[in-house]
């Protein structure tokens, strides 16, 4: 690599990581002590607070003309770009009939998404904004994943808690090459304590499940290793001896628990090597559940260095009806070739495929960013069009987050707001930005699902 660019590949990957400090500040959650539980709707951001709640939906979406977009959105200053979609050919066929079993209450199962992507993703506050508006038309069915013992964490849905020494493996969960055994199931990261006790506790917040709840705890133990599990006033020690189910070929077992909706959950380390891989809650009346997955700094080849096996079994395990890929800002800022991303998500999509053959698949695209120089990053239309050509390719759904916010340029435009959109570290938007990128997401899906109950 030539010099000037090497200079500029450091330039911006120094660039990145300070976007990354400003999310850190923005989830800005740490260990409460013990017995407390964090919220994370007081965790700072630009404006200094949570995302505003969002309206309730009609109910039934009206369908979209070819690159129109919510009001919200528009009010915000976007316009359609020169390849605007048409948001009705969405064709996510299995996820809207699913949804169409939902709501006509032929369905005994909640319809799940799994959401895999970067920082955007991990903060929670777009696939949060997003999941209560799906939820608040097809039923509220839980958070579904929740991360435990990662001491900056935010999930919209969930009161938590962690205390004691926990650690995180990978160290640098964004790496591109494979850690270890790889196995991570479809979280990217394994939490473990690095001498015991250490402590987690989980409570949803009201309304976001019904009936009963449904708690899988994901882990894995070493001779000799154990951990207590209270809920509902109960106790129990969980070792290798207790006859926990190991899901084939994840590489871990999972703990299930039933409990009333308002019971807290909590965990304790006893000793010896564990690792946990994060939990899932659901209610037990049919509803959407979003799985939201994102690794701060993350690529799609940081997913692919994940165990094969391991993040086919959760995936299994899981049965989504609707797969989404939400990457691109990262590699935005790469020296590397564009194409070379189109090999990325047919091993990807081969990966999903394996593991929930009829689930849809829906790749969106990167928000515009602010190049180190100033200006948008070129990149990011560029990226923006090549997973268009790749969702195209491989028959999933596409959504331009660039052109929700009015094509190049967008990322200046909405941190001019009032209230500002974009946070001003170059790429990442505030709470209320998320929220509108999110409903505009919302719109699309919900008019696609519209125009195809009428046919």
């Keep these: 690599m030539s010099e000037p660019v090497e200079s500029r590949r450091l330039q911006l990957e120094r660039g990145i990581w300070l976007g990354l400090a400003g999310v850190a500040a923005l989830i800005g959650v740490t260990c409460a002590s013990r017995g407390q539980l964090g919220s994370a709707s007081k965790a700072p951001v630009s404006a200094a607070s949570a995302p505003s709640p969002l309206p309730a939906p009609v109910a039934s979406a009206a369908p979209l003309a070819s690159g129109s977009q919510s009001a919200e959105a528009a009010e915000a200053g976007a316009g359609p770009s020169p390849q605007a979609t048409d948001p009705t050919k969405l064709e996510l066929t299995r996820f809207y009939g699913d949804l169409a079993s939902l709501e006509q209450r032929k369905r005994k199962t909640s319809v799940r998404i799994l959401w895999l992507g970067d920082s955007h993703t991990a903060a929670d506050y777009l696939t949060g904004a997003l999941r209560a508006r799906l939820q608040a038309r097809f039923g509220a069915a839980g958070p579904g994943f929740v991360r435990v013992g990662v001491k900056t964490y935010r999930h919209t849905q969930v009161r938590w808690s962690c205390d004691g020494p926990w650690r995180i493996e990978p160290a640098q969960p964004a790496r591109r090459t494979q850690f270890d055994d790889g196995v991570f199931g479809f979280s990217g990261m394994r939490t473990f304590p690095d001498e015991a006790p250490a402590q987690a506790a989980f409570e949803l917040r009201p309304g976001t499940a019904h009936g009963q709840l449904h708690w899988q705890v994901w882990f894995s133990l070493g001779e000799g290793a154990s951990f207590r599990v209270s809920l509902a006033g109960v106790s129990q020690v969980v070792s290798r001896s207790s006859g926990t189910s190991e899901v084939p070929g994840a590489g871990f077992a999972s703990l299930a628990l039933d409990s009333a909706i308002s019971d807290k959950l909590e965990l304790v380390t006893l000793g010896g090597a564990q690792r946990f891989y994060g939990l899932i809650a659901e209610g037990s009346e049919p509803g959407l559940v979003l799985d939201a997955v994102g690794v701060d700094g993350a690529r799609l080849a940081t997913a692919l260095a994940w165990s094969e096996a391991s993040f086919e079994a959760a995936v299994r395990l899981r049965s989504p009806s609707l797969v989404a890929f939400a990457f691109g800002t990262n590699e935005a800022f790469d020296a590397d070739k564009l194409d070379k991303y189109r090999s990325q998500y047919q091993a990807m999509l081969a990966r999903v495929r394996i593991a929930a053959q009829d689930a849809d698949c829906l790749l969106v695209g990167p928000p515009d960013a602010n190049a180190v120089t100033g200006g948008s990053e070129p990149r990011v239309a560029e990226i923006d069009a090549l997973q268009r050509s790749i969702a195209d390719e491989l028959g999933c759904g596409y959504v331009s987050q660039l052109e929700i ?51």
């Design 405 to 455: 916010m009015g094509g190049p340029g967008g990322y200046t435009r909405w941190v001019q707001k009032s209230p500002s959109l974009a946070r001003g570290d170059r790429l990442h938007l505030t709470a209320k930005g998320y929220e509108v990128v999110a409903n505009s997401i919302a719109d699309r899906l919900l008019a696609a699902y519209a125009a195809r109950s009428r046919h």
